[in-house]
């Protein structure tokens, strides 16, 4: 968990452009998914368990693929901008 | 102080591993509330940051990396310490689960600790929207986003850990001393390991919305 924050934290000074929050992201995810399953149990009786833990996650996706079915069918978003460079760089 | 006592389970349940499995069983419906509740805020996080990139990108240098790191190693550690405070109550090793209680408390405290640091330096930079929000050069009106962003999941999370270094202290000072946490039920204790562990998954998102930002 502990390298893999390490590769999280490396990969933010990498230019890596779009890609680097995409792999933060999913190194996030695969961090909470241990956690979840080895340290909260997940794995193992009451099976319950596995039904609560699955419906959060699918409340979750419904929460943000409606909200997106706004936003991403919105011409104007994101808006184009302007890139600001930064002085203190 | 007795170091454990018979316990019987309450009446409307057959045994005491039904008990244990209904506490388990409701955090985690509390928790999917809790997904919710925090998904949301990430989901707002992330459609501003779409839309401002470039001023999160700018806004966002000012966070406090080093803090953040070692906050984030703190509660991972103390994830682990929690699981081994578990094991030991399930082994029947009582002063091991103590050690490994106090352990994660303290972990705990640390974590509150360097946030109250890292809030402390946040004031200074003048980053505290609607209370001492200084524009630097460079920075667009859109970077106040990220720093309100910034104070209400880092406050909220702080509030939850609180929370947790609470219940954990009620383990110690009641529930274990009174003897109730025994190798055959130790259910309380993983409810709110439960609970621990899920206040560090949310920092395992925050971290990178908040301190990886912008970096390269």
Same mark, same amino acid.
């Given at each position: 968990?502990?390298?893999?924050?390490?590769?999280?934290?490396?990969?933010?000074?990498?230019?890596?452009?779009?890609?680097?929050?995409?792999?933060?992201?999913?190194?996030?995810?695969?961090?909470?998914?241990?956690?979840?399953?080895?340290?909260?149990?997940?794995?193992?009786?009451?099976?319950?368990?596995?039904?609560?833990?699955?419906?959060?996650?699918?409340?979750?996706?419904?929460?943000?693929?409606?909200?997106?079915?706004?936003?991403?069918?919105?011409?104007?978003?994101?808006?184009?901008?302007?890139?600001?460079?930064?002085?203190?760089? | 102080?007795?170091?454990?006592?018979?316990?019987?389970?309450?009446?409307?349940?057959?045994?005491?591993?039904?008990?244990?499995?209904?506490?388990?069983?409701?955090?985690?419906?509390?928790?999917?509330?809790?997904?919710?509740?925090?998904?949301?805020?990430?989901?707002?996080?992330?459609?501003?940051?779409?839309?401002?990139?470039?001023?999160?990108?700018? &806004?966002?240098?000012?966070?406090?990396?080093?803090?953040?790191?070692?906050?984030?190693?703190?509660?991972?550690?103390?994830?682990?310490?929690?699981?081994?405070?578990?094991?030991?109550?399930?082994?029947?090793?009582?002063?091991?689960?103590?050690?490994?209680?106090?352990?994660?408390?303290?972990?705990?405290?640390?974590?509150?600790?360097?946030?109250?640091?890292?809030?402390?330096?946040?004031?200074?930079?003048?980053?505290?929207?609607?209370?001492?929000?200084?524009?630097?050069?460079?920075?667009?009106?859109?970077?106040?986003?990220?720093?309100?962003?910034?104070?209400?999941?880092?406050?909220?999370? &702080?509030?939850?850990?609180?929370?947790?270094?609470?219940?954990?202290?009620?383990?110690?000072?009641?529930?274990?001393?009174?003897?109730?946490?025994?190798?055959?039920?130790?259910?309380?204790?993983?409810?709110?390991?439960?609970?621990?562990?899920?206040?560090?998954?949310?920092?395992?998102?925050?971290?990178?919305?908040?301190?990886?930002?912008?970096?390269?």
């Amino acid at each position: 968990m502990l390298l893999m924050a390490g590769m999280s934290l490396l990969t933010a000074f990498l230019r890596m452009g779009v890609w680097a929050p995409v792999l933060e992201f999913t190194i996030a995810a695969l961090q909470v998914a241990i956690l979840f399953i080895l340290f909260m149990r997940l794995k193992g009786p009451p099976s319950l368990r596995w039904v609560f833990a699955a419906s959060g996650f699918f409340w979750l996706l419904f929460l943000y693929g409606l909200s997106m079915t706004d936003y991403a069918t919105r011409h104007s978003w994101p808006t184009q901008r302007v890139e600001i460079e930064n002085p203190r760089d | 102080m007795p170091s454990s006592r018979t316990i019987a389970p309450e009446i409307q349940y057959a045994s005491l591993a039904q008990q244990g499995e209904t506490a388990q069983i409701g955090m985690w419906v509390f928790l999917v509330n809790e997904t919710l509740f925090f998904g949301a805020l990430i989901f707002t996080y992330f459609l501003y940051r779409l839309s401002y990139p470039s001023e999160f990108a700018v &806004a966002a240098k000012d966070a406090v990396l080093w803090c953040g790191s070692t906050n984030l190693v703190l509660l991972l550690t103390s994830s682990l310490t929690m699981v081994l405070a578990i094991n030991a109550a399930a082994q029947g090793r009582r002063s091991e689960m103590v050690a490994w209680l106090i352990a994660t408390l303290a972990l705990g405290f640390l974590f509150l600790g360097f946030k109250g640091y890292e809030y402390f330096e946040d004031v200074r930079d003048k980053v505290v929207p609607g209370l001492n929000f200084e524009m630097k050069p460079g920075e667009a009106p859109a970077g106040e986003l990220f720093w309100v962003f910034y104070w209400v999941a880092t406050g909220l999370h &702080a509030v939850h850990l609180s929370i947790g270094i609470g219940l954990i202290l009620y383990m110690l000072l009641w529930r274990i001393r009174r003897g109730e946490i025994t190798p055959t039920y130790y259910a309380p204790l993983e409810v709110v390991a439960i609970y621990w562990s899920f206040v560090d998954a949310v920092w395992l998102f925050l971290y990178p919305c908040i301190y990886l930002v912008g970096r390269s």
